[in-house]
């Protein structure tokens, strides 16, 4: 009897927390457009991720942290926030992170995927969009058919630049671009940091040119093709543990409205909840950032 019972193990042994511990890798979810939201809209920005961000690294023993992201870009000091608020972690807690490109890392999207010690992607995802974008619209001949009066009252001589009711400035514009030319020369600045020996540039790399996977390979800008439960397994052994991370969704009326939907949906979303007008622009705006990468 006694014999029996030294021989026999105890059930509660064979209970999952009294056995071995997994290997754990927390998951950020990085879907969607990145920047400011506006009504009925959620995009990501480093004020919604900061909380997530945090809880992905605060466990004790974590083999790493991935970063699943799909996303057409966006704000480029969002972008730069979020970026660096998960490297912030990394370091402070010595885990490797890993960047996983779902259909889009472009433009603010790859930003983020330099969050990553190592980035891959599907043989089909949209990589690289490497440049800066600014896109308006000049209304000043409309509004005079109409036999409508602009009228601006101003102190500073800068203060209405770019006024989409008034005609161009090539002084404006001037501005402008050199604005963007800054903001590229950091984001090439950037890949160049992050991505070191592994980079291969040659003249599309940082033209704002983008890539399927094998093509943004050759160049350095990934290190291969794999998806990310497949790629933690073969990493980290069959049992491993994936905890998703995602940011607050809002409420069911803002994801109706289009907040973490993207494309034609989105607008059809936000012109059925009957959102103001520059809602619906604000997602048409989305919808175009999209549909640059065919989706």
């Not at 083999?63 to 402070?92: C, E, F």
């Not at 807690?93 to 983020?112: H, Q, R, T, W």
Request: net charge positive; charged share 25%; no cysteine.
């Amino acid at each position: 009897m006694t014999e029996e019972k030294t021989a026999s193990r105890p059930f509660w042994r064979k209970l999952p927390f009294f056995g071995p511990k997994r290997p754990l890798v927390t998951v950020i979810e990085l879907s969607g457009v990145i920047g400011a939201s506006g009504p009925g809209r959620r995009g990501l920005t480093h004020a919604r991720l900061e909380a997530p961000i945090e809880a992905a690294f605060k466990p004790a023993k974590l083999a790493a942290v991935a970063l699943a992201i799909n996303s057409p870009g966006g704000s480029p000091v969002q972008s730069t926030l979020i970026h660096d608020a998960i490297r912030r972690q990394a370091k402070k807690k010595n885990v490797p992170v890993y960047a996983f490109i779902e259909d889009v890392g472009a433009s603010g999207g790859y930003m983020l995927a330099l969050a990553g010690d190592e980035i891959y992607a599907d043989a089909s995802s949209i990589v690289g969009s490497i440049g800066v974008i600014a896109a308006s619209f000049g209304f000043q001949e409309a509004i005079a058919r109409l036999g409508v009066e602009r009228r601006v009252y101003t102190s500073g001589e800068s203060k209405s630049q770019l006024d989409p009711f008034r005609a161009e400035d090539p002084k404006d514009i001037e501005r402008l671009r050199a604005i963007l030319g800054d903001i590229h020369e950091k984001f090439i600045a950037m890949v160049k940091a992050r991505r070191g020996d592994r980079l291969k540039p040659d003249a599309e790399t940082f033209s704002g040119a983008f890539w399927t996977a094998d093509p943004a390979l050759e160049r350095g800008l990934i290190d291969g093709k794999a998806h990310l439960a497949d790629f933690m397994k073969a990493r980290f052994g069959e049992d491993v543990r994936l905890k998703k991370i995602a940011p607050d969704k809002g409420s069911l009326l803002r994801r109706l409205a289009g907040g973490e939907a993207s494309g034609g949906n989105a607008v059809a979303a936000t012109m059925m909840t009957g959102l103001d007008p520059a809602s619906v622009v604000g997602v048409l705006e989305e919808q175009a950032l999209w549909s640059r990468y065919g989706l």
